[in-house]
C-alpha cells in the first residue's frame, strides 16, 4: 500500500502525559499536512510542512504542540502536558506541489489517529 | 479564513432515496473538493470542481459547482447503505493550493 500511514492509529493517555504521532506521506509528496477533527466536525488546519520547512501554523497550535519533518519524509507530532480538550483525530495528508502543468493542488488523507485523554 | 456552510448538518434516509447536500460560502472559491470519511478512517476525496457552471458525475454521485463558484452541491440518486458516511466540501480558499478549510460536514445515514 502506498498511501499515507499513521501510526499509532489509537492513543489513550492521561492528562499531563506527552504524546508522539508519526505521519508517512506517501513517496516523493513534498508537502505534508496536520489537521485535528473532532467528532462529527470537519478537520481543521493545525501546520504544514514543504519538504523539511514549516511553512504555516495555525494559532489553533498551541505551545504545546510541536511538529517537525526533519528529512522532508516523515513527520512527527507532539502535544506536550496533554489536556483533556485534546481529545480528537489527528489527520495527516500529502500532496506533490508545483507539478507543472497541474491546477490545483490534491491532499492525500491518512487513517488519522485517534487521541482520547483522560 | 473562508467559512463554508453545510447543509443539513444530518440526514437519515431509506435505501432508494435521493439526497441533495449543499455547501455554500459568501467568497468565491478558486476550487471546491468534497469528500467521504468513514468512522475511523480519514477523508477520502470523491471530486474537485474548478470551473463555475461545472457538473461532474461519478456513478450515482452528481457534483455541481455555482455559477458565481460561491456554492456547490451534491446530489445522490437511489443512496444506498454503503454510501454512508460524512461527506465535507473543502477549498483552499482564492486559490487552489494550500491549506484546506473544511465545512462541518453532513453526516448521511441510509437505512436497508
Known sequence: ????????????????????????????????????????????????????????????????????????????????????????????????????????????FGPGTRLLVL | TQLLEQSPQFLSIQEGENLTVYCNSSSVFSSLQWYRQEPGEGPVLLVTVVTGGEVKKLKRLTFQFGDARKDSSLHITAAQPGDTGLYLCATAGGTSYGKLTFGQGTILTVHP
Open chain 1, 1 to 108: 500500500d502506498t498511501g499515507v500511514s499513521q501510526d499509532p492509529r489509537h492513543k489513550i493517555t492521561k492528562r499531563g502525559q506527552n504524546v508522539t504521532f508519526r505521519c508517512d506521506p506517501i513517496s516523493e509528496h513534498n508537502r505534508l499536512y496536520w489537521y485535528r477533527q473532532t467528532l462529527g466536525q470537519g478537520p481543521e488546519f493545525l501546520t504544514y510542512f514543504q519538504n523539511e520547512a514549516q511553512l504555516e501554523k495555525s494559532r489553533l497550535l498551541s505551545d504545546r504542540f510541536s511538529a517537525e519533518r526533519p528529512k522532508g519524509s516523515f513527520s512527527t507530532l507532539e502535544i506536550q502536558r496533554t489536556e483533556q480538550g485534546d481529545s480528537a483525530m489527528y489527520l495527516c495528508a500529502s500532496s506533490l506541489w508545483g507539478l507543472a502543468g497541474t491546477r490545483g493542488e490534491t491532499q492525500y
